[in-house]
């Protein structure tokens, strides 16, 4: 078998030499695509590896795409491993560069260090690292490898390999060897650092999760006290690459040595800067991160314990759709970290809710997700978790599915229905908790005829959407006290949300800030009529010193530039008004990501909008809020704390409300009859300290 094995590489390494460059980089891309498609243990390692590191800032589409990038560049680095193995260093020069060879010590004078050090990695055509010493005079390149089972395969690529004029010591037992050349000669010595090291590496960080990270180089440097650097090579173009030499990282500080853990975070963090520039060229197929393994007999000491707080170790949260919703579902997982301090909480979430969960303390990782991926595509990453528990906080049965076909052990959310055979623990619904039903056109119009105004519908403050996620903590050991959401924002997102105000606002940003939000992402029924929002921007306007500022997403866009015009002409709706051409408006309709419209809001004194997501995003960020309500229930999706007095609720109770439709089937009243005043009256609640003077 390994005759036979010998005699088909010798008949591809005849073939690869006989073949252009570029034609073996074209094949070993076509090879590499096929082998994405094959090798499906390996794609799962990639896509884990690059959706941990990218997901909060790639689509899954785009992860796809990079990992089916990355398995074509290492089909095309392998190929023309092979081929650069067997060119003339003349030809080389014509595909091959390298940058920042200057920055090393020329060897051969008294005063260069005797040997370099070089922490390399697996990023492009990496072969081509062995070239590199017939670049600089004065020293002998030299490396390691790990060498294969295979004696006749190893003496194959050390021939190939040993033809740039660099010297390999295998690891594990030439080591001695290797020594007795460094006291010997002054080398390049090159050692590989960005694979896992195992039970014998530091314990370092790499895109900000822990890792074995070998201590080779680090250790090198500070025994023989010569420079380290570190070196990437990068593909320039198809069948091109260019060495680039990093800046030369310190051994020593204060006149003593470093931490070799400290060291190699340095080599981690270069090689980061590496990836970041061009994701593709790294070696995503290997597993970096992978875990220590558990000390002998833990495994056996859980098993049959039961699922209690000290079992657990990773938790999953099925998140919700909306953004509303999704914040409203904070303090549960607040509750959820105060009970499992210790477990590891990921939460899987739609793409444009991503941004929602960073940096927030009860949240260890977020598991971008969409619709368009699929079930089975979903499932597939959530199997690589390996997660103990998941809690399905949506009402679908995909949601329950995902996590069930995901292999999530302990799958927990209310009964409902045919879902209930994908859960392990189906909870009892409250009965507090009323579920929203759309009334239908009919419905309505029977109402319409039988009652006049009637005075709330009956819906007690406890049946808050809040307490139905806080139900499900609950259920597995937390406790369902409310508390109000909040999103953690930092000073540095604070001072560029400032920045990006004074831009745009051209500097008229003066006196009280208002934020206006006429949109309504689930429907029209929901929106106040766009001419009240102006007349309560005049209102308020005859009395403060403001500067209104619309947000919204990129569907509200529309009306937000209608808002802008009337409130800054004077045209449309109040066309006499003197006032109107003296306003102050900021429009960020469509010009904000999500982190930055949590900035916007909280830097406005208070907030008028509709039942909305970024309403529960102005008071999550501890904004005051004037909140509209009519097709929706304040009882059921208030702003903050149920009941919150922090708030304003503007209603008008007409017999049909709340109806939960998209769109009105009769006349609009129940917000057509929210006056103008009321709105104003409760603005000006949280803006007496900012009264003009000589207004009344």
Known sequence: MDT?????????????KAMPLMCVAVIGRFIGFVVYFLDARH????????????????????????????????????????????????????CFRIEGFEKLPRGGSVSSPKHVVVAVGHFGNFEMYAHAGSFLEGYQMVTTYRAFRQEFLNKLLLDLRERSGCMFFERRTASRDLREVMNRSPVILGLLADQNAGGRGVRSTFFGRECSTTAAPAVFALRYQCPLVTA???????????????????????????????IMADVNGEFEKAIMRDPANWFWVHNRWKSRGRKKGVRNERKGRGDNEDGVERILIRGVNWLGDAVMTMPALMRLRAAFPEARISIMTPMKLVDLWSKHPAVDAVIPVSRADGVFLTAGRLRQERFDWGLVFPSSIRSALELKLGGVRKRIGYKA????????????????????????????????????????????????????????VAAVGGVDQPMAPRIYLEDAELLAAGE??????????????IGIIPGAEYGPAKRWPLERFAAACIGISRFVDCTFVITGAAGDVELAEQLERDLTSGSGVIPAQADARRMRVINLAGRTSLRELCCILQKCDTVITNDSGPMHVAAAVGTPV????????????????????EHEIVR???????????KCPIDFRCMKRLSVSRVVDGAMRFLRNNVKSGRN
């Open 4 to 16: 036979l094995l010998y005699l088909f590489v010798r008949v591809i390494l005849v073939l690869i």
């Open 43 to 94: 794609r799962r390692v990639a896509f884990k590896n690059v959706t941990q590191c990218f997901g909060q800032r790639m689509t899954p589409g785009e992860l796809r795409g990079l990992v089916r990038e990355n398995f074509k560049r290492i089909g095309e680095n392998f190929a023309c491993g092979a081929k650069t193995a067997m060119m003339r260093q003349s030809d080389l020069e014509d």
């Open 232 to 262: 990437v090579c990068y593909r320039t173009s198809l069948g091109k690459w260019t060495i680039e030499v990093g800046d030369e990282i310190p051994i020593r500080e204060n006149g003593r040595p470093r931490d070799v853990a400290d």
């Open 417 to 472: 229905g045919i879902r209930d055979l994908l859960l392990t623990e189906r909870v009892e619904r409250p009965s507090k908790l009323i579920k929203m039903r759309k009334r239908s056109a009919g419905e309505i119009r029977r109402l319409i005829r039988a009652y006049g105004t009637v005075d709330g519908n009956g819906i007690p403050p406890d049946a808050h959407h809040m307490f139905q996620y806080l139900g499900l």
């Open 500 to 513: 990006m105000l004074n831009s745009i606002g051209k500097g008229r940003v003066n006196g009280v800030l």
């Open 626 to 645: 004037v909140a509209l309500f009519g097709s929706t229930s304040p009882e059921l999706t208030s702003p903050g704390m149920p009941g919150d007095p």
């Open 652 to 662: 008008f109770s007409a017999p049909c409300s709340p109806c939960f439709r998209r």
